[in-house]
């Protein structure tokens, strides 16, 4: 193929892939610039998380038709690929942890969470348009909940500091229903169901909210980065990162493909999702359960620089329509 008729198709994912890298690049630049501590840091996530994201969310999956939310089979596929990395990670960090539970179930989370919340719906839309929305919503929900019990399910065995297992998997559910993006997602399906939307005046703040939403969490993903440097890189993270890169992808593009019935929007929306880092939260998980911190933060930086080639790779090869949508053609 001539190089004439490449560079356009390559121009193409660079429009797709520069925007979202480039705010990373941004805040990345930004934190190491400026001192001024990850304190600065706090009412920026309160705007993402509470408000700009929710709202995303809300505008988006209002007006998606509610049978699209209803789509039980791919659920099962994404979630069952999600599960599938976390095992997979999981067993890794038991080998790397010398059987250390509360280790391997943060590095289970490094190896399974894609950033979903903050890279993963603008990406998707730019790259698949607004139909994408309803594979998005159904992703983050399932994920939320699978990842948001398991973790405090194993640190609960894996400790015996704390509360048992079952307070503690109560305290989850009470996260998880309360999650901001949930509460969203769940407001916004309800209003699907009833063809409701909000005040024009209402509607109007709600999308300037959703414009705001993915360049404040990419900027701020960048400067949180920034302010964590990486001092030593664990032996185990590369193989982490494979899963979480390149295997999470693949085995949800093989199990949709198993399946069949899914048109081309849904299924690289959920290939596009799973191939994306690990997310912030990863970190504050970490965090949370002071265990695995520095190598977590290491974890997040390495996959977001790696994902520099994996994800725009696949955005050529969806863009290019190289990938079929099933791999497995009746």
Not at 40 to 49: R, S
């Amino acid at each position: 193929m001539a190089i004439g008729a490449l560079f356009p198709r390559f121009s193409r994912v660079l429009d797709l892939a520069l925007p979202f890298f480039g705010l990373i690049g941004l805040g990345y630049i930004c934190g190491r610039l400026f001192d001024f501590g990850e304190e600065g840091l706090a009412w920026v996530n309160v705007f993402i998380v509470y408000v700009a994201l929710p709202c995303l969310f809300f505008v988006l999956i209002s007006k998606t038709p509610v049978r699209e939310l209803l789509n039980f089979s791919f659920i099962l596929c994404t979630a069952g690929a999600t599960i599938t990395a976390f095992v997979m990670a999981f067993g890794i960090g038991m080998y790397a942890s010398n059987n250390d539970i509360p280790e391997a179930s943060i590095q289970a989370v490094a190896g399974s969470y894609a950033n979903i919340g903050y890279m993963g719906p603008g990406l998707t839309l730019a790259t698949l348009g607004a139909a994408a929305a309803a594979p998005v919503a159904l992703i983050f929900v399932a994920d939320t909940i699978f990842l948001f019990s398991a973790l405090p399910l194993l640190m609960a065995v894996g400790r015996s500091d704390g509360q048992g297992v079952a307070r503690t998997a109560w305290t989850a559910m009470l996260r998880i229903v309360t999650h901001p993006f949930n509460v969203a997602t769940f407001i916004a399906v309800t209003a699907a169901a009833y063809g409701w939307q909000p005040p024009p005046a209402i509607g109007k703040i709600a999308s300037m909210l959703t414009s705001a939403a993915a360049p404040s969490a990419l900027f701020a993903l960048g400067v949180t980065v920034a302010l964590r440097p990486i001092k030593r890189v664990a032996p185990e993270l590369p193989a982490l990162l494979a899963i979480k890169l390149i295997a999470h992808p693949v085995i949800v593009y093989l199990l949709l493909s198993a399946v069949g019935g899914f048109d081309r929007v849904w299924t690289f929306t959920a290939v596009l999702m799973a191939s994306l880092p690990p997310a912030l939260n990863v970190f504050v998980m970490a965090s949370q359960y002071r265990t695995y911190v520095e190598r977590a933060s290491s974890a997040i930086l390495l996959g977001t620089l790696s994902s520099v080639v994996t994800v725009t790779t696949l955005l050529w090869l969806i863009s290019n329509d190289l990938l079929p949508v099933t791999l497995f053609p009746r």
